[in-house]
């Protein structure tokens, strides 16, 4: 495929989270218009454009007047063409080992900044709070899906998960969703309260640090639901669905 040519094929109708899924190199894309494509993957290109006020045909052309310049940013890794296995392995050893070196950082500087600055600004608090809420709650997320989901996924890809209890893998599955969901708000909060992550002039070192931190963690988060929500998760539950009761 020509690199001017990524709309082809592309309709309204499309779904945002099966588009990333066919072409990885989207998801930057669509982060730069503020195009949720993670836990927003189900929604279609048209509600998508509409929400943030763009039409279809602009989107498309700027899609394409950008695609260069696209393809030359760090590669994506292509989630849809690996194994079930094969990926809840990939996503553990990236972002889940991201997440476990990067969230008791964020914490510590989340206090810090708080402790010392609160004074002045009401919201560093606020910030501190819904940094221990969101790294507490990812941490038990990851511990789930490590323990429980990921370990299904793989018997059933290895054709090994028959009278599996809880009604296939639908009920863990839809428990993960909704727990990528309230990441995804606390971040959307975090975005707020921070300006959108922008330092302003009194920004101490360690109030810039974790401005920076916070924006990589969102832009992380975003490619991690992606993979589980658009690809691992429905394809796990296409399998199990094709496997005899
Ligand atoms: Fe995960
Ligand atoms: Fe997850």
């Not at 919201?123 to 990921?150: C, G, Q, S, W, Y």
């Amino acid at each position: 495929m020509s690199s001017t040519t990524l709309s082809a094929a592309i309709t309204p109708e499309s779904t945002i989270g099966a588009l990333v899924a066919a072409r990885p190199l989207l998801a930057r894309f669509f982060e730069r218009l503020g195009i949720d494509y993670c836990c927003g993957g189900k929604q279609t290109l048209a509600a998508a454009c509409q929400r943030r006020g763009l039409d279809v045909p602009t989107t498309l052309a700027l899609l394409d007047s950008t695609a260069a310049a696209l393809a030359a940013g760090p590669a994506e890794v292509d989630a849809a063409a690996m194994g079930l296995g094969q990926l809840a392995d990939h996503i553990e050893a990236t972002h889940h080992a991201y997440l476990k070196a990067e969230l008791p950082r964020l914490v510590e500087m989340a206090d810090r900044v708080a402790a010392k600055h609160g004074w002045r600004d009401g919201r560093l608090p606020e910030v501190a709070a819904a940094v221990n809420t969101l790294a507490a709650e990812m941490t038990d997320h990851m511990r789930k899906e490590e323990k429980i989901l990921f370990p299904l996924v793989r018997e059933i890809e290895a054709g090994a998960a028959d009278g599996f209890p809880c009604g296939s893998i639908a009920n863990p599955i839809r428990q993960m969703e909704a727990e990528h969901e309230s990441a995804g708000n606390l971040t959307a909060k975090l975005r707020l309260l921070t300006d959108g992550f922008t330092p302003n002039a009194e920004a101490c070192n360690t109030h810039r640090a974790l401005l920076g931190g916070l924006e990589e963690f969102e832009s992380d988060l975003h490619r991690h639901v992606h993979k589980e929500n658009n690809v691992l998760f429905p394809r796990a539950l296409a399998l199990a669905a094709a496997q005899p009761a």
